[in-house]
């Protein structure tokens, strides 16, 4: 998507109906963020562009037409903002988007639209305020916005069935492996996913749930259909969480050098990906347990 188009179009806007950057700015940014996007050096988030419409008069998707840039939906540029703050932990941006557009009537409006918001609003609930029971509340009430059981179910409505698993972690872990069971039945009655990480995520999350109720061997068999499947799919998505996993159970069985394999591998994984957090975690762990015939969990 051509931003610095864009950022020339808003600019030019804003002239013509005699609007300072300030008077863009407030209420949706600062003014140092809109002189950025005018500039086209900084990638607004689809909110944010939805306000700067509304400032300037214009229809959003006016923004997505300029020049020679083609047309994106509105509704699956959120979508997709979404799903990158979602995943990567950034629940108090992922909030002020939703927010923003939940009186959007392109999302009021429309029922799958309006779920997107709630799925995410359920995840900061739980997340952020640490509310279950109020996220359990407004996960329901997204499912039920467009799940029949009588039908095969969505990738989203398999994503958020997940979320409502991953929620039950520490309150009543056989709940969560129930879900987590009805969501691989259901993923065998979709005639094609889009998103192929939702295997991946599924089958890790059978694999954290099983070693939480001490099932190691059955966990250890789950990581490594995940790997499998990443392999097969030539992804590395969550394949250092596999392995780190698959030596985490062996940890717990006593089995100190599959522990430390394993854990060498998701090291390797981790470094080829850099991802400090865990290569620093890995190195301390795979340090102290050359160290100790008798680690400690």
């Not at 700067?52 to 998707?61: A, M």
Request: with cysteine.
């Amino acid at each position: 998507m051509d931003f610095l188009a864009i950022g020339k179009k808003i600019r030019e806007l804003r002239k013509n109906i005699g609007l300072s950057q300030e008077e863009v700015a407030e209420g949706v940014c600062t003014q140092a963020q809109i002189s950025k996007i005018e500039k086209g050096i900084v990638y607004p988030y689809a909110s944010t562009l939805y306000l700067i419409s509304q400032k300037l008069g214009v229809d959003v998707n006016y923004f997505f037409d300029i020049g020679m840039t083609p047309r994106l939906d509105y509704i699956q540029e959120v979508e997709n903002q979404l799903k990158v703050l979602r995943r990567n932990l950034e629940f108090e941006e992922m909030m002020e988007i939703v927010q923003t557009e939940i009186n959007n009537p392109l999302f009021s409006q429309n029922k799958k639209n309006l779920q997107l918001l709630l799925w995410h609003k359920g995840i900061y609930q739980f997340e952020v305020e640490k509310d279950q029971a109020k996220a359990s509340q407004t996960m329901k009430e997204a499912i039920g916005l467009t799940q029949e059981s009588s039908k095969v179910w969505s990738e989203r409505e398999l994503e958020m069935m997940m979320t409502m698993g991953a929620f039950h972690y520490n309150d009543n872990i056989e709940e969560a492996l129930r879900i987590f069971e009805e969501v691989k039945h259901h993923i065998d009655t979709v005639p094609h996913l889009i998103d192929l990480t939702i295997i991946t995520r599924l089958y890790y999350h059978l694999a954290r749930v099983l070693t939480r109720m001490q099932k190691l061997d059955e966990s250890i068999q789950y990581c490594k259909k995940g790997i499998s499947w990443c392999i097969q799919k030539d992804s590395m998505f969550a394949l250092g969480e596999f392995n780190y996993h698959i030596g985490y159970n062996y940890e717990l069985k006593g089995e100190w050098d599959l522990t430390l394999k394993y854990l060498q591998k998701a090291l390797t994984v981790f470094e080829l990906q850099e991802d400090d957090k865990y290569v620093n975690l890995l190195h301390t762990k795979i340090k102290g347990l050359s160290k100790s015939e008798s680690p400690s969990s």
